[in-house]
């Protein structure tokens, strides 16, 4: 199908996530401050504040990271503008956004009791066996970069180092944010086949036209199934994406389709 000319709300979130990513780029420094000001932070954490679960959406980590989503905003996001109007189109792109990270903080909330209960148990009673099982089931990937400085020769932990090791990598769990449009987009390609279920998208790189409603299902299953293996090295946050179509699904039953035939 032909994509319409860029419309003026998705326009200006395009704007806005490019100005963010562009300062972002500048230098490290700036990166952090706009990640530790800007991103979700887990609610019990020192850094969260409730704007966080709007701001975190115009945050990136990488050309890669901003590049897909602002892709899929593209593509999707002005046909849905046009069909609902720019208020209702903004709030749409808002609310599933907010609900994608509310997800996050749900699930999180389990992952960081669990994390914590075990922690505040080894510090009781701490020793080297309790410490390797600790290490082994919550940091298989190797402990935050943060808790690594601490120690004076890695290769020799002393019972004394791993306390403080158990207390600051907890500590930089509960700090790690989530950034990114992700969910806000999600909700975009859940909404656009929704409304539009038999239009045919083109996936790049493969050029296989696949209906909206096919497409949007398939990948929702790979984000359940993404979510729950969770390989080594994945630091997307799968349910996240979920959470989005989640609201998205919600909001267009709320809304009702106003559609009697589809493309």
């Keep these: 199908?032909?994509?319409?000319?860029?419309?003026?709300?998705?326009?200006?979130?395009?704007?806005?996530?490019?100005?963010?990513?562009?300062?972002?780029?500048?230098?490290?420094?700036?990166?952090?401050?706009?990640?530790?000001?800007?991103?979700?932070?887990?609610?019990?954490?020192?850094?969260?504040?409730?704007?966080?679960?709007?701001?975190?959406?115009?945050?990136?980590?990488?050309?890669?990271?901003?590049?897909g989503n602002m892709l899929g905003l593209f593509f999707l996001g002005p046909i849905l503008e046009m069909f609902w109007?720019?208020?209702?189109?903004?709030?749409?792109?808002?609310?599933?956004?907010?609900g994608a990270g509310l997800i996050y903080m749900g699930l999180k909330y389990y992952d960081f009791?669990?994390?914590?209960?075990?922690?505040?148990a080894y510090l009781k009673n701490p020793d080297f066996k309790q410490f390797e099982s600790l290490l082994k089931q919550f940091y298989s990937e190797g402990i935050p970069s943060n808790a690594y400085s601490l120690l004076d020769n890695p290769g020799n932990i002393s019972l004394k180092e791993s306390v403080l090791v158990v207390e600051e990598s907890m500590r930089a769990v509960l700090n790690t944010p989530m950034?990114?449009?992700?969910?806000?987009?999600?909700?975009?390609?859940?909404?656009?086949?929704?409304?539009?279920?038999?239009t045919e998208l083109m996936l790049f790189p493969i050029p296989i036209p696949?209906?909206?409603?096919?497409?949007?299902?398939?990948?929702?299953?790979?984000?359940?199934?993404?979510?729950?293996q969770k390989m080594p090295g994945d630091n997307v946050a799968h349910f996240a994406h979920i959470g989005g179509m989640i609201f998205?699904?919600?909001?267009?039953?709320?809304?009702?389709?106003?559609?009697?035939?589809?493309?």
Aim: hydrophobic share 50%; no cysteine.
């Design 179 to 198: 950034i990114g449009a992700s969910g806000a987009v999600f909700g975009v390609m859940t909404g656009f086949a929704l409304l539009f279920p038999n």
């Design 113 to 120: 009791s669990t994390l914590q209960a075990a922690s505040e």
């Design 1 to 67: 199908m032909r994509t319409p000319s860029i419309t003026p709300i998705v326009r200006a979130i395009m704007a806005i996530n490019i100005i963010v990513f562009i300062v972002q780029s500048i230098n490290p420094q700036y990166d952090r401050m706009i990640v530790d000001l800007f991103g979700l932070h887990y609610f019990t954490s020192e850094k969260f504040n409730p704007i966080q679960l709007i701001t975190y959406m115009f945050v990136h980590s990488g050309i890669g990271h901003i590049f």
């Design 248 to 263: 998205a699904l919600i909001l267009i039953k709320i809304w009702g389709k106003d559609r009697q035939s589809f493309y």
């Design 85 to 98: 109007g720019e208020k209702r189109f903004l709030t749409f792109y808002l609310i599933t956004g907010i």
């Design 210 to 228: 696949i209906k909206a409603k096919y497409f949007v299902t398939f990948y929702g299953l790979y984000e359940i199934y993404a979510g729950i």
